[in-house]
């Protein structure tokens, strides 16, 4: 073996130039075509759901699938019972949900809670699911921990096997508003979920049904109002002034008035949303008593109402 | 800088930050964002294993597995060290197993090493066959250098830092594998 040296002692690297000058003649091979899109279709169809991920450590990419992971379950279980009215409704109010079982599959009650893989199966193959996927914030929630623990309840299980609850969540209104960090934000808040979960309000919402859930979680001005006041908000939800009103007929007659929600998406009734004096003001009693009180739900879709409910005093 | 190639100078003016930035985007949830990764490095990487395979469809499946593991494990790569160098320890070892499974099946004849897809249209002389036959012949060690630093363009530096082992050692290392060809090769010499 030679080991020729330069006239500083050094090794000549540059040894075998021939060699080197065949090497570079031999060129580059170009790679498949299709090399790039192969394996792009690779990792969209085995690893879509890799990232972010909970190994990606703390920060926002934990904090945001938190909070997608959180409000992809809260909107499964509050369409569920919206839809199947499970758990069942007191006797007290059983005179107001007959309207709402036109949105209802065959009920469900606590001994049909019999899950079965195929039903989850069910939908995991179904057109909803395939929607939800393609969705970049629906697929966060979908890889969260929270939406596992949410798959694992009996109830959500059985929700989910549910025809129109995924015809629901295959709606543009409802993906919309899942993907409003506001929306999502507040269902994050240990307080609203408890609202969420009360009675009161899954009442309500077994009363108001799908097209309920739609309209408030699809006014725009609900979801700047969680963007602007989220405390607010979610102190509002929370409180039980106004979960008694969300099961008030005056409220549900509200929701069902084409001039309310008209006068709720409002810009004047976005600006009124905006300042804590209102909401402080949607959960007290006093409000929540007018709301029972079909005059005040007319005054309130009116709009000089609310713009005067937009005017500077009323926050002050 | 070893400029010869062509995907080098095509990096734009900081590669390493742009690369972090691309796969802190992925890791954030854009999948879509790996694909300039995939087209900046799939050629060099490409011709890399096919060097060291020695055949075209083998050489395309280990750059394919070798992004896909990238993909999987994006969250362990360190972004102060280059992408170049962390993939190709991936696709090093997917070559690895592939000479490994090689070896468990008959031997091809020699005058078919590395034939059977389009780089034969580009290397059909007496000369390039008996040059791709002398580097199958190398060990791997020999041969990686040799593939780093002639079909992906690296400088010693570079392969130093994919290959965890110092600029120098790199030098000496590709001086004792062009020897070894030179050896084989001679019939060649020009």
């Known amino acids: 073996m030679s080991d020729r040296r330069t006239t500083n002692g050094d090794r000549n690297w540059d040894e075998h130039g021939w060699v080197s000058r065949l090497l570079d003649g031999l060129g580059d091979v170009e790679p498949p075509r299709d090399l790039t899109r192969r394996i792009m279709a690779q990792i969209a169809e085995e690893y879509t759901y890799l990232w972010p991920s909970w190994r990606a450590g703390g920060g926002q990419t934990m904090v945001r699938s938190i909070f997608w992971g959180v409000a992809a379950v809260a909107a499964v279980v509050l369409i569920s019972f919206a839809v199947t009215g499970y758990p069942p409704v007191s006797k007290g109010i059983e005179g107001t949900i007959g309207a709402a079982k036109r949105y209802q599959a065959s009920q469900i009650q606590n001994d049909d809670v019999k899950l079965q893989d195929p039903e989850l199966q069910a939908f995991f193959q179904s057109d909803a699911f395939h929607k939800l996927t393609t969705d970049k914030a629906a697929r966060e929630a979908l890889t969260s921990k929270e939406f596992r623990q949410a798959v694992a309840d009996p109830a959500v299980r059985a929700a989910l096997a549910v025809p129109a609850i995924q015809q629901a969540l295959a709606n543009p209104a409802i993906q919309q508003a899942l993907s409003n960090s506001a929306v999502a934000q507040a269902l994050a808040n240990q307080a609203v979920q408890e609202a969420l979960m009360s009675k009161a309000v899954q009442e309500a919402l077994a009363i108001q049904g799908i097209q309920g859930v739609q309209a408030a979680l699809a006014i725009q001005s609900v979801q700047e109002a969680l963007a602007h006041q989220p405390a607010a908000v979610q102190a509002a939800i929370a409180s039980q002034a106004f979960q008694s009103a969300l099961a008030s007929r005056a409220f549900q007659a509200a929701l069902a008035n084409q001039a309310f929600l008209a006068a709720l998406s409002s810009q004047a009734f976005q600006a009124a949303l905006a300042t804590p004096a209102f909401m402080h003001a949607v959960g007290s009693t006093a409000f929540v008593q007018a709301l029972s009180s079909a005059a005040f739900v007319n005054a309130l879709s009116s709009s000089a109402v609310t713009q005067a409910l937009a005017a500077q005093s009323l926050s002050q | ?190």
């Open chain 2, 1 to 190: 800088m070893y400029l010869h190639k062509d995907w080098k100078e095509d990096r734009g003016q900081d590669p390493d930050q742009d690369d972090a930035a691309q796969i802190a985007r992925c890791l954030a949830g854009e999948p879509e964002a790996f694909e300039p990764l995939v087209k900046r490095y799939q050629k060099p990487l490409f011709n890399v294993a096919l060097r060291l395979l020695g055949r075209y469809d083998e050489a395309s499946d280990a750059t394919q597995n070798a992004f896909v593991k990238a993909y999987v494990h994006l969250d362990s790569f360190d972004p102060s060290q280059r992408f170049f160098g962390w993939i190709y320890r991936i696709l090093k070892n997917e070559c690895l197993n592939g000479l490994r499974s090689a070896r468990t099946m008959e031997p091809l004849p020699p005058h078919l090493m590395a034939a059977g897809g389009p780089a034969d249209a580009l290397e059909n002389t007496e000369r390039h066959k008996a040059l791709r036959n002398a580097l199958m012949a190398l060990s791997t060690e020999y041969r990686e250098v040799i593939a780093l630093r002639h079909f992906a363009g690296l400088s010693y530096d570079e392969i130093g830092a994919a290959l965890g082992i110092q600029a120098k050692t790199v030098k000496s290392r590709l001086f004792s594998a062009r020897q070894r060809l030179a050896e084989m090769l001679s019939d060649w010499a020009v």
